[in-house]
């Protein structure tokens, strides 16, 4: 999936703030690929800026970037996981509009992973009989995580304080991931999505699906969410253990593909930058070009 936002110029609006972002990367990256951190490459394949552009733009002597330059400098703020980073990448080229619409895209981001961990403070749990003939399903309520339950990792991942049931939640999706890249078909699948959704660069990746601790982007969350459910319904809704491989394999595949007709779609910043010039929403602009071809067709 190619990268839609490619040959794109965007405007220089803070030289001091792209040479910040340009200094700390070529201290990062080194001034050859073969002195890059090994395991950051693989994270970060393609993504490298070389050497004589971040010289250029530490000079500040840029007054537009290309689109690719800007994607592979957000990429690899991201991978290395620095927010103010981040931001002052975003602030050295967009336009006012345009992050004030992105700035929405990521508070919706943050709010659509909190969404996934942080329910309605209920969850519900199997007791088995002391006796050892059946048993119970008992209510748990929410409260605050002990100290210690949780790294800085698990509360960035999780986007806000966590909470005892965000933590088991969190636990669980672990588990079932461990379960899905154990299946050879299933982890095949993950790994191809994984690759669509780095190439169409919408949302930041998290590194290799098999590192310990690895959190995935919203898609990816969207697809498994309905698999842990189980707990949440008092185990009415069919939970993941009670699927055969075979089944998982085609939950990820359908949900996959439903995912890749959401990436049909320009990159974030071009989306962002279209609704600044934009005169319609894009469904109705879309209804008017279907209306127009219809009408010319008669």
Same mark, same amino acid.
């Given at each position: ?39 950051? $490459?693989?994270?970060?394949? !393609? ?5 004589? +552009? #971040? ?5 500040? /002597? &840029? @007054? ?11 990429? $690899?703020?991201?991978?290395? !996981? ?5 931001? +002052? #990448? ?5 336009? /006012? &509009? @345009? ?186 602009e879309k209804s008017a070009r279907k209306r ?7």
């Amino acid at each position: 999936m190619a990268n839609r936002n490619a040959g794109r110029r965007l405007d220089v609006i803070d030289s001091e703030a792209l040479a910040t972002v340009a200094r700390w990367l070529l201290d990062v990256q080194g001034p050859t690929w073969a002195e890059y951190d090994k395991r950051q $490459q693989r994270r970060a394949t !393609g993504a490298r800026v070389p050497g004589r +552009t #971040l010289r250029r733009l530490m000079a500040r /002597e &840029a @007054e537009h970037v290309s689109d690719d330059t800007y994607s592979a400098l957000e990429l $690899q703020v991201i991978v290395h !996981g620095d927010e103010h980073l981040r931001a +002052t #990448l975003a602030a050295a080229v967009e336009t /006012e &509009a @345009e992050r004030w619409i992105l700035d929405g895209w990521h508070d919706w981001e943050d709010e659509r992973i909190g969404r996934f961990f942080f329910r309605r403070g209920v969850r519900y749990a199997w007791q088995p009989s002391p006796t050892g003939r059946g048993g119970r399903v008992e209510r748990i309520e929410d409260g605050p995580a002990a100290d210690g339950m949780a790294d800085a990792a698990t509360a960035y991942a999780l986007r806000r304080a966590p909470t005892q049931l965000a933590l088991a939640r969190l636990n669980a999706f672990r588990e079932l991931w461990g379960r899905l890249l154990a299946i050879r078909d299933a982890k095949k699948l993950i790994y191809q999505f994984t690759k669509d959704l780095a190439r169409a660069e919408y949302y930041a990746p998290f590194g290799d699906p098999e590192e310990e601790g690895y959190f995935p982007p919203i898609p990816v969350l969207r697809v498994v969410e309905p698999l842990l459910e189980s707990e949440e319904s008092a185990f009415v809704e069919r939970g993941w253990r009670e699927f055969d491989d075979g089944e998982l394999v085609q939950f990820l595949r359908y949900g996959f593909s439903s995912e890749r007709l959401l990436m049909r779609r320009e990159g974030n910043r071009q989306r962002a930058h279209g609704f600044t010039t934009r005169r319609e929403p894009p469904a109705a602009e879309k209804s008017a070009r279907k209306r127009g071809r219809r009408e010319a067709s008669r």
